[in-house]
């Protein structure tokens, strides 16, 4: 089992490994998503808030996207008052034209799994999700051991946790 975490790692599948605290846990109990739009797109700019960005330990997430919105980010702080405190910095060190700040009044669900399950022959299976995979070939994850499925010519597969699979006959 170490030797495999051990290839993972050096092949980058793996990388750094975290202790996921909680936030509210230690005062942190306002996350706020800001949507940010400029009218900026010069190179000298983007590095400066890049590295404004990168400067700020509240930011925990920073996303450039596609469409209206230039970027967003997810920012955890103590209350609206440090909300403000880091807004007004932010917008002292690198100049946006519009800056969006929406509450997150609950969280529904947070992971950073990743839908892994299938991923390498071809079916990707993730939450309670269901798909048909074909017994010629099929390579089913069980007791995070592969073993070759058996049975009629389909299975119907419902992924249960990352680290396996329940699988059930199928009516066919």
């Known amino acids: 089992m170490w030797n495999r975490i051990r290839k993972l790692r050096e092949s980058g599948v793996v990388g750094a490994q975290t202790v996921q605290l909680d936030a509210e846990a230690l005062g942190f109990e306002a996350c706020f998503f800001v949507l940010i739009r400029t009218s900026e797109h010069e190179a000298d700019w983007q590095r400066a808030f890049l590295k404004a960005l990168q400067d700020r330990p509240e930011v925990q997430e920073a996303h450039r996207l596609a469409g209206d919105i230039d970027y967003i980010l997810k920012v955890r702080v103590k209350n609206a008052r440090a909300y403000d405190e880091f807004y007004q910095a932010l917008i002292a060190e690198v100049r946006v034209y519009i800056v969006t700040a929406l509450l997150s009044?609950?969280?529904?669900k947070?992971?950073?799994a990743l839908p892994l399950l299938f991923v390498r022959f071809g079916v990707t299976l993730s939450g309670s999700s269901c798909a048909r995979v074909p017994r010629r070939g099929c390579m089913l994850l069980k007791k995070?051991?592969?073993?070759?499925?058996?049975?009629?010519?389909?299975?119907?597969v419902q992924a249960v946790k990352m680290v396996g699979v329940r699988v059930t006959r199928s009516t066919c």
Do not use: F, N, P
């Open 110 to 112: 947070s992971s950073s």
């Open 105 to 108: 009044m609950d969280v529904i």
């Open 144 to 156: 995070r051991r592969l073993r070759r499925s058996i049975g009629c010519d389909h299975q119907r």
